[in-house]
């Protein structure tokens, strides 16, 4: 399958720091999207990113994709309480059709 | 955007019942999601549900299990039915028009004894 593996799976930092989270994944992609769980609710897109751009940003969230390497890596800066969540990432493969694959998720605490 | 009303949002069943999550959409739309997000894992497709037309399953998941109906652009169901406690989960139900954005309900939490 094309599940992506994210890393960590856990990651816990204080308020004000930069988290990185990481998505590998297996096949090509058409882009790679990052969403956000908020206590196992449902998830909320963040930003989405094509297979032929190499960084975005959106406010506080910075998206790199390595298609060479297959991964992508979602840094939050300035990190805060609110940003707890578990993270995914998502990826829509070449071959058609409106199928996303999801990765396996980073729960980020942001500690006070 | 959409907005997506599932229903209900969480529910403890006994083995061997069926229990059906409704997903409402303040929209229509062509394409209908239906995840499983089992505990402490990543979600599963489990079908795509187009008005109209029987449902899409992927493999690992079959009809008789999970039964949907799709009876206009705004609205689908899905049983999940002669449960058993592997079927605990987080079951989302998404719509998006394209690949690039998908919009997900706020989930039904199913604990089954």
């Known amino acids: 399958s094309q599940q992506g593996e994210e890393d960590p799976q856990a990651l816990s930092i204080q308020e004000g720091e930069n988290a990185t989270m990481n998505c590998s994944y297996k096949t090509s992609i058409n882009n790679l999207q990052w969403y956000r769980q908020n206590s196992g609710r449902g998830l909320v897109h963040l930003i989405l990113i094509r297979s032929n751009e190499r960084e975005k940003h959106s406010g506080r969230l910075r998206v790199t994709l390595d298609t060479s390497k297959k991964s992508s890596s979602l840094l939050i800066t300035a990190s805060r309480a609110a940003d707890t969540a578990s993270y995914f990432c998502a990826t829509a493969g070449t071959g058609g059709g409106n199928k996303l694959t999801f990765g396996t998720g980073t729960q980020l605490k942001v500690e006070l | 955007s959409a907005v997506i009303s599932q229903k209900p949002s969480r529910d403890i069943c006994q083995r061997g019942t069926s229990l059906t999550i409704q997903c409402q959409v303040d929209?229509?739309?062509?394409?209908m999601f239906w995840y499983r997000q089992q505990p402490g894992q990543s979600l599963t497709l489990i079908a795509t549900?187009?008005?109209?037309?029987?449902?899409?399953?992927e493999s690992g998941f079959v009809i008789d299990k999970f039964p949907i109906s799709r009876p206009n652009l705004t609205f689908s169901t899905l049983t999940v039915s002669n449960m058993s406690p592997e079927d605990s989960s987080i079951y989302l139900c998404s719509v998006g028009e394209s690949r690039e954005k998908l919009f997900f309900g706020s989930g039904t939490q199913l604990s089954v004894l």
């Open positions: 929209s229509q739309v062509t394409m």
């Open positions: 549900a187009n008005q109209g037309s029987e449902a899409t399953y």
